[in-house]
Nanobody, 130 residues
Framework: QVQFVESGGGLVQAGESLRLSCKISGMIPDYYAIAWFRQAPGKEREGVSC????????YYSDSVKGRFTISRDHAKNTVYLQMNSLKPEDTAVYYC???????????????????????WGQGTQVTVSA
Protein backbone atom coordinates (compact mmCIF):
# COMPACT_ATOMS: atom_id res chain seq x y z
CA GLN A 1 0.00 0.00 0.00
CA VAL A 2 1.26 3.45 -0.91
CA GLN A 3 1.72 5.84 2.03
CA PHE A 4 2.33 9.59 2.08
CA VAL A 5 3.98 11.88 4.65
CA GLU A 6 3.79 15.63 4.15
CA SER A 7 6.17 18.26 5.53
CA GLY A 8 7.25 21.82 4.92
CA GLY A 9 4.22 23.77 6.06
CA GLY A 10 4.50 26.88 8.17
CA LEU A 11 3.58 30.52 8.68
CA VAL A 12 4.57 33.03 6.00
CA GLN A 13 3.53 36.49 4.90
CA ALA A 14 1.61 37.22 1.74
CA GLY A 15 3.87 37.23 -1.31
CA GLU A 16 6.38 34.79 0.17
CA SER A 17 7.11 31.21 -0.87
CA LEU A 18 7.02 27.74 0.66
CA ARG A 19 7.94 24.30 -0.63
CA LEU A 20 5.96 21.34 0.60
CA SER A 21 7.40 17.83 0.46
CA CYS A 22 5.57 14.53 0.24
CA LYS A 23 7.64 11.46 1.06
CA ILE A 24 6.15 8.36 -0.54
CA SER A 25 6.62 4.80 0.61
CA GLY A 26 5.37 1.62 -1.02
CA MET A 27 5.16 0.62 -4.64
CA ILE A 28 3.55 3.20 -6.89
CA PRO A 29 1.61 1.63 -9.78
CA ASP A 30 2.75 2.50 -13.29
CA TYR A 31 -0.57 4.25 -13.94
CA TYR A 32 -1.15 6.49 -10.94
CA ALA A 33 -1.79 10.12 -10.07
CA ILE A 34 -0.08 11.83 -7.13
CA ALA A 35 -1.79 14.97 -5.96
CA TRP A 36 -1.94 17.83 -3.52
CA PHE A 37 -5.30 18.82 -2.09
CA ARG A 38 -6.05 21.41 0.57
CA GLN A 39 -8.76 22.11 3.10
CA ALA A 40 -9.40 25.50 4.65
CA PRO A 41 -11.42 25.88 7.87
CA GLY A 42 -15.14 25.45 7.19
CA LYS A 43 -14.59 24.45 3.57
CA GLU A 44 -14.48 21.23 1.58
CA ARG A 45 -11.18 19.67 0.60
CA GLU A 46 -10.23 20.85 -2.88
CA GLY A 47 -7.83 19.72 -5.56
CA VAL A 48 -4.74 21.87 -6.07
CA SER A 49 -2.34 19.99 -8.32
CA CYS A 50 -1.46 16.51 -9.54
CA UNK A 51 1.17 14.69 -11.54
CA UNK A 52 0.75 11.48 -13.53
CA UNK A 53 3.25 8.73 -12.75
CA UNK A 54 3.35 7.28 -16.29
CA UNK A 55 4.13 10.44 -18.28
CA UNK A 56 4.79 13.20 -15.76
CA UNK A 57 1.93 15.38 -16.96
CA UNK A 58 0.98 18.07 -14.45
CA TYR A 59 -2.33 19.74 -13.72
CA TYR A 60 -3.42 22.70 -11.59
CA SER A 61 -6.54 24.35 -10.32
CA ASP A 62 -7.23 27.84 -11.64
CA SER A 63 -6.69 29.29 -8.17
CA VAL A 64 -3.01 28.28 -8.09
CA LYS A 65 -2.06 28.08 -11.78
CA GLY A 66 1.02 30.17 -12.47
CA ARG A 67 1.98 30.34 -8.78
CA PHE A 68 2.36 26.69 -7.71
CA THR A 69 4.53 24.01 -9.31
CA ILE A 70 4.35 20.28 -8.67
CA SER A 71 7.41 18.11 -9.28
CA ARG A 72 8.68 14.65 -8.51
CA ASP A 73 12.11 13.35 -7.54
CA HIS A 74 12.06 9.64 -8.39
CA ALA A 75 15.37 8.93 -6.65
CA LYS A 76 14.05 10.35 -3.38
CA ASN A 77 10.49 9.02 -3.78
CA THR A 78 9.31 12.53 -3.05
CA VAL A 79 6.82 14.89 -4.64
CA TYR A 80 7.10 18.61 -4.07
CA LEU A 81 4.74 21.54 -4.26
CA GLN A 82 6.56 24.83 -4.77
CA MET A 83 4.22 27.64 -3.75
CA ASN A 84 5.11 31.17 -4.78
CA SER A 85 3.31 34.49 -4.36
CA LEU A 86 1.27 33.06 -1.53
CA LYS A 87 -2.01 34.71 -0.61
CA PRO A 88 -4.03 34.63 2.62
CA GLU A 89 -6.65 32.55 0.79
CA ASP A 90 -4.02 29.82 0.35
CA THR A 91 -4.21 29.19 4.10
CA ALA A 92 -5.23 25.56 4.60
CA VAL A 93 -4.09 22.10 5.59
CA TYR A 94 -2.36 20.62 2.56
CA TYR A 95 -2.68 16.90 1.90
CA CYS A 96 -0.63 14.69 -0.38
CA UNK A 97 -2.10 11.52 -1.79
CA UNK A 98 -2.78 9.44 -4.84
CA UNK A 99 -5.16 7.23 -6.75
CA UNK A 100 -5.17 4.87 -9.71
CA UNK A 101 -8.09 6.67 -11.33
CA UNK A 102 -6.12 9.39 -13.09
CA UNK A 103 -9.07 10.99 -14.96
CA UNK A 104 -11.02 11.44 -11.73
CA UNK A 105 -7.99 12.90 -9.98
CA UNK A 106 -7.32 15.30 -12.85
CA UNK A 107 -10.97 16.33 -12.91
CA UNK A 108 -11.01 17.11 -9.18
CA UNK A 109 -7.79 19.12 -9.45
CA UNK A 110 -8.79 21.13 -12.53
CA UNK A 111 -12.22 21.90 -11.06
CA UNK A 112 -10.85 22.45 -7.55
CA UNK A 113 -13.33 19.97 -6.07
CA UNK A 114 -13.14 17.13 -3.54
CA UNK A 115 -12.26 13.57 -4.42
CA UNK A 116 -13.95 10.83 -2.40
CA UNK A 117 -11.31 8.18 -3.06
CA UNK A 118 -7.58 7.60 -2.90
CA UNK A 119 -4.96 7.33 -0.17
CA TRP A 120 -3.86 10.41 1.74
CA GLY A 121 -1.35 11.62 4.29
CA GLN A 122 -2.04 13.44 7.56
CA GLY A 123 -1.53 16.91 6.11
CA THR A 124 0.66 19.93 6.83
CA GLN A 125 -0.60 23.36 7.85
CA VAL A 126 0.12 26.38 5.68
CA THR A 127 -0.79 29.78 7.08
CA VAL A 128 -0.39 32.96 5.05
CA SER A 129 -0.76 36.25 6.89
CA ALA A 130 -1.82 39.45 5.15
Amino acid sequence: QVQFVESGGGLVQAGESLRLSCKISGMIPDYYAIAWFRQAPGKEREGVSCISSHDGSTYYSDSVKGRFTISRDHAKNTVYLQMNSLKPEDTAVYYCGGDINIPKMIGAVVRGTPLARGSWGQGTQVTVSA
